[in-house]
């Protein structure tokens, strides 16, 4: 029995990453800084995306911790999308792509006005640059597929889901428009963390409706391949989502309150 334990370690270890990136630790430590160990393991690239860690016993005895608590430091790596816990395979490195590793924030960000807050400020700079590199560098072929998205949130006007979901794939599209590889993954994680924003504001038919003729006025300015008009146009929207997120947000907890700095 024992000879068939100890062949089935040496299988995983041969499946598995090298035991010489797991250093011990004491058996005091919680399991947040086991977890942190092997977050830096990622940092420093030792472990990559797709990797598989050892087996469970064999993870536990390199780093002298019991069973429980490791199970619960990659529990919480598994809470954080950088592991996948596969039951009866073992547990993997993701594939850390940005969008999965945010993808627990919206809970954050439904409950947490500072946050929403700061979203903005991040997309007043990043979108700002976005759309003055589109507009040097747009086709007619993405100024017609800009326009045929206009036309359809001029059609879904009274559907408030529909609408968001427009919204965030005509910011897409003016990224994508832009060519700048670094800028769209930015672009990924916003649109994603601001799907909670849209969701608080895009109830409001007046917001919908003011979103609608300040993407035409980007387009117009992307037609024209005029960055100025249209980084005008992409401020001026966010302008009015800044209003809109202070009205739902109420008096006390507008963007001034929140960061206690006046409104831009």
């Known amino acids: 029995m024992d000879r068939d334990l100890d062949a089935g370690a040496a299988t995983d270890r041969r499946a598995a990453a090298p035991e010489a990136r797991f250093e011990v630790v004491s058996r005091s430590t919680l399991p947040e800084e086991i977890a ?3 977050l830096e393991q990622i940092r420093a690239q030792q472990l990559r995306p ?7 016993r064999n993870l536990a005895r390199m780093m002298e911790v019991s069973r429980p608590v490791l199970r619960e430091a990659l529990r919480a790596l598994a809470l954080m999308r950088v592991v996948d816990i596969r ?8 594939s850390l792509e940005p969008k999965q590793l945010i993808s627990h924030l919206d809970f954050v960000f439904s409950k947490d006005s ?3 807050v700061q979203l903005l400020e991040a997309r007043r700079v990043i979108e700002a640059g976005n ?7 747009v086709t007619d072929d993405e100024i017609a597929g800009l326009e045929m998205r206009l036309d359809a949130m001029a059609a879904c006007i009274d559907d408030p889901e529909r609408f968001s979901e427009l919204d965030i794939a ?3 599209a003016v990224c994508d428009a832009a060519e700048n590889f670094l800028l769209l993954q930015f672009m990924n994680i916003i649109s994603a963390l601001g799907r909670v ?5 895009g109830g409001l038919k007046t917001v919908r409706e003011a979103a609608l003729e300040d993407h035409r006025r980007i387009v117009e300015g992307l037609r024209h391949h005029d960055a100025d008009a ?6 001026r929207h966010l302008d009015h989502v800044d209003a809109g997120l202070r009205a739902v947000l109420g008096a006390d907890e507008t963007p001034a309150a929140v960061l206690g700095t006046r409104a831009p």
């Open 36 to 38: 942190n160990r092997l």
């Open 50 to 56: 797709g990797d598989k860690l050892p087996a469970e």
């Open 87 to 94: 039951q009866g395979d073992g547990t993997y490195i993701t």
């Open 114 to 116: 500072v946050a929403l």
């Open 131 to 137: 759309v003055r590199l589109a507009a040097a560098r």
């Open 170 to 172: 005509m910011h897409m």
């Open 197 to 201: 924003s849209r969701e608080r504001t």
């Open 230 to 235: 249209a980084e005008a146009a992409m401020r």
